[in-house]
């Protein structure tokens, strides 16, 4: 059964202090109340006394991991949801972060975020790699129940109503790249989307430019793409884009029996093969 | 009106399929070669673009070509375990069926997105598929763009009037 928001708040207060206690962290980084906003924030907590700033809420949508690049070198304390570990987990197997830098605060049975379609259609519940946990685990059975019947995103529609689903929801775009900076697998320094040699995306904004930048963006996420639903939560105009990752991450599945971020010693979708890999649709 | 008039003249055009082939320096496009020099007949849609190895196909180079107005795709490479470089196509296999899969997703014809094999002696083969890439292509009429209404497309680039329009 997925933990109640107090409870794991409350333990996540206590290990916090502990946390401090064993480890010389550089900062521990969390959840917190935003002063001003009254959301939940992510907050960067250097004492042991500012254990009690911790909390987790319903809408404790951002994603962390990210934030850890810009401090790796140094060790650093993490609260991560399942969806966050995941993420963690895929730096590690791309060599983008040391797992020896890392003390991870795990949130097992995580009970989602409101508001976010991905929670929804979770299949990792419990966080991939730890070295503290919060909160019971979920068992592999009570999941499977949970996602008995759940489809994801568009599963059902045809390529047609797709294509006019798409067109409506991206004429709404204004390209400002919320989704992909709130995206935790997305950390390249130099993005295809400011390169203008070559220039991938052209100047100016028109409906099929949007939906060029979606696809484009969405062509980089395969094998990345942990379906943490953090892209969606960002867009300031509610754009409903995860269903194109979601299905690429479902087809990887399928096809490949690949998901992210699930071992730190797993190798990248796209930097391994097999050799009786399936050719669908193609010519003979 | 003049824009409605040239539509209407476009339309009545037949439809001559535009195609843009990422043929693999050491096999496709050899075969390209082997076609030509053997005097083998296929149709002149394709434009053939030689890139090393389909290892090194971007799949974004296939969206901008579609975004730029090609009405299909074709990319051959080595046969499997034939590649140059050892590996490059085992590569290409997995980013190119993710790429159809997001494209079809997204509402993309897969008729349009053509995906093969083709050694440096296949001349023959190559003239084959080139004609059945153009069938299909034709099938499946004149590429309107990743929208479904160009009219919203057609409205935001109204700004721009091509020489002479008012004459």
């Known amino acids: 059964m997925a933990n109640s928001y107090n409870e794991i708040t409350r333990e996540l207060q206590e290990i916090a202090a502990e946390v401090f206690a064993e480890h010389d962290i550089k900062h521990l980084l969390g959840f917190g109340r935003g002063e001003f906003s009254g959301l939940t924030e992510p907050v960067f907590l250097k004492k042991p006394e500012e254990a009690e700033r911790l909390i987790f809420q319903d809408d404790a949508a951002p994603m962390l991991s990210k934030y850890l690049l810009k401090y790796k070198p140094d060790l650093q304390a ?16 791309e060599g983008k972060i040391s797992r020896d830098n890392l003390v991870i605060i795990g949130i097992n049975g ?27 685990e979920m068992s592999q059975e009570e999941l499977e129940a949970e996602l008995e019947g759940v489809k994801y995103l568009l599963e059902d529609m045809s390529p047609a109503e797709r294509k006019e689903h798409y067109s409506r929801e991206f004429s709404r775009c204004t390209q400002c790249y919320a989704c992909r900076d709130a995206c935790p697998v997305c950390y390249c320094d130099h993005c295809y989307v400011e390169s203008n040699q070559p220039e991938w995306l052209e100047e100016g904004s028109s409906a099929d430019k ?5 696809l484009m963006r969405t062509m980089h996420m395969p094998g990345r793409c942990v379906n943490c639903g953090a ?21 990887a599945k399928e096809l490949y029996n690949y998901r992210p971020g699930i071992s730190p010693e797993q190798s990248t979708l796209f930097s391994d093969f097999d050799k009786e890999d399936s050719e669908p649709g193609f010519l003979q | 009106m003049a824009t409605a008039r040239k539509e209407k003249q476009e339309q009545q055009k037949e439809f001559d399929p535009k195609i843009i082939a990422f043929l693999c320096n050491w096999c496709s496009y050899a075969a390209a070669d082997l076609a030509g020099s053997s005097r083998l007949q296929y149709p002149s849609n394709i434009r053939t673009i030689r890139i090393p190895c389909t290892g090194r196909l971007n799949p974004l180079l296939v969206i901008k070509a579609l975004n730029k107005g090609a009405d299909g795709i074709l990319v051959s490479g080595c046969h499997p375990g034939d590649c140059h470089y050892i590996d490059g196509n085992y590569y290409a296999r997995r980013r190119f069926t993710m790429l159809k899969d997001l494209l079809e997703f997204s509402g993309v014809e897969p008729e349009r997105l053509n995906f093969t094999w083709c050694s440096a002696a296949e001349g023959r083969r190559f003239a084959e598929i080139v004609r059945k890439v153009v069938d299909r292509v034709e099938s499946v009429g004149p590429w309107q763009g990743f929208l479904s209404e160009p009219d919203v497309v057609a409205e935001k680039e109204a ?9």
Do not use: Q, W
């Open chain 1, 210 to 214: 949007d939906m060029i930048f979606h």
């Open chain 1, 231 to 251: 892209c969606e939560m960002a867009c300031p105009e509610g754009i409903e884009m995860r269903s194109m990752t979601t299905h690429l991450y479902h087809r």
């Open chain 2, 159 to 167: 700004g721009e009037i091509e020489d002479g329009e008012f004459l």
């Open chain 1, 78 to 93: 993490v609260v991560a949801k399942p969806c966050d570990s995941r993420a963690l987990a895929y730096y590690i197997s």
């Open chain 1, 110 to 136: 995580c009970p989602g975020i409101a508001g976010n379609t991905a929670c929804d259609e979770c299949d990792t519940r419990n966080p991939v790699i730890v070295d503290y946990t919060v909160g019971e």
